[in-house]
């Protein structure tokens, strides 16, 4: 009979303690519950079209210097609030920056109107240096999407057509056309008098592109399609200012 070794007995039970103190050691390890909430949250896509009517005051002009005219027309910003009229963008023109474009919001499409007609306002923007006759136009927008795509050149093109609901229609079905001729939509709507006065803009991702399809027959079934009894005018322009 071998005799009892107590020293090989130590040795084996110490072995033994530690690879059961490694196993429950590593079950703790992946059973361990998570203090922070791991839960992943899907992306959710935000809407940004809108639909609900915006009415827009539109100005074009030209002017001597753009810093100077700039100056004056922040200076009378609470005359055009007291008018329900709220500065939105200021665009210059590509091929002439001293052609300057101005979008607001109305509140009051009379309200606005008598605005525009005012004496003063007038010898404000010839103060300013305004060169000739303002266009002045305001526009109910019934489509717009609000998503932001930089900085890119900007178009506002405007039209007659015989029957706004046609010239929508065309709209809407010529979208993926435009988009793949380097144009991406805006903006859409009317005359605020009369709808078959129709305005739209547009960003460029891609001028020449865009200027190439302008010019393409297709477009100008895109054109017989929806009815236009005038051909497009359009006007390229820089965003240089946000409010």
Same mark, same amino acid.
């Given at each position: 009979?071998?005799?009892?070794?107590?020293?090989?007995?130590?040795?084996?039970?110490?072995?033994?303690?530690?690879?059961?103190? +490694?196993?429950?050691?590593?079950? /703790?390890?992946?059973?361990?519950?998570?203090?922070?909430?791991?839960?992943?949250?899907p992306d959710v896509k935000v809407n940004t079209i809108v639909t609900?009517?915006?009415?827009?005051?539109?100005? /074009?002009?030209?002017?001597?210097?753009? &810093?100077?005219?700039?100056? &004056?027309?922040?200076?009378?910003? +609470?005359?055009?609030?007291a008018n329900g009229l709220h500065s939105y963008v200021i665009g210059r023109g590509m091929d002439d920056s001293m052609m300057v474009l101005i979008a607001m919001k109305a509140d009051d499409l009379e309200k606005a109107k008598a605005f525009a007609k005012d004496p003063s306002l007038k010898e404000r923007m010839q103060k300013g240096g305004v060169v000739g006759t303002p266009e002045i136009s305001f526009v109910n927008v019934v489509w717009q999407d609000t998503v932001n795509v930089g900085s890119i050149p900007r178009v506002i093109t405007?039209?007659?057509?015989?029957?706004?609901?046609? &010239?929508?229609?065309?709209? *809407? *079905?010529?979208r993926q056309e435009r988009m793949d001729n380097g144009i991406t939509d805006r903006q859409y709507g009317h005359?605020?008098?009369?709808?078959?006065?129709? +305005?739209?803009?547009?960003?460029l991702k891609d001028v020449d592109k865009a200027k190439a399809y302008w010019g393409s027959d297709a477009i100008k079934k895109r054109i *017989?399609?929806?009815?236009?009894?005038?051909?497009?005018?359009?006007f390229?322009?820089?965003?240089?200012a946000r409010y």
């Amino acid at each position: 009979m071998k005799r009892f070794n107590p020293f090989r007995a130590l040795i084996l039970f110490t072995a033994m303690t530690l690879l059961f103190a +490694s196993c429950n050691s590593g079950d /703790k390890k992946t059973t361990e519950t998570p203090t922070g909430d791991t839960t992943t949250t899907p992306d959710v896509k935000v809407n940004t079209i809108v639909t609900t009517p915006q009415l827009m005051g539109m100005i /074009k002009h030209k002017v001597k210097d753009y &810093a100077a005219w700039k100056a &004056a027309y922040d200076s009378h910003d +609470s005359a055009r609030l007291a008018n329900g009229l709220h500065s939105y963008v200021i665009g210059r023109g590509m091929d002439d920056s001293m052609m300057v474009l101005i979008a607001m919001k109305a509140d009051d499409l009379e309200k606005a109107k008598a605005f525009a007609k005012d004496p003063s306002l007038k010898e404000r923007m010839q103060k300013g240096g305004v060169v000739g006759t303002p266009e002045i136009s305001f526009v109910n927008v019934v489509w717009q999407d609000t998503v932001n795509v930089g900085s890119i050149p900007r178009v506002i093109t405007s039209f007659t057509v015989k029957d706004f609901d046609t &010239a929508k229609k065309g709209f *809407e *079905e010529g979208r993926q056309e435009r988009m793949d001729n380097g144009i991406t939509d805006r903006q859409y709507g009317h005359d605020a008098d009369d709808n078959h006065k129709v +305005s739209m803009v547009t960003a460029l991702k891609d001028v020449d592109k865009a200027k190439a399809y302008w010019g393409s027959d297709a477009i100008k079934k895109r054109i *017989e399609a929806g009815g236009l009894t005038t051909q497009p005018q359009r006007f390229i322009f820089n965003i240089v200012a946000r409010y």
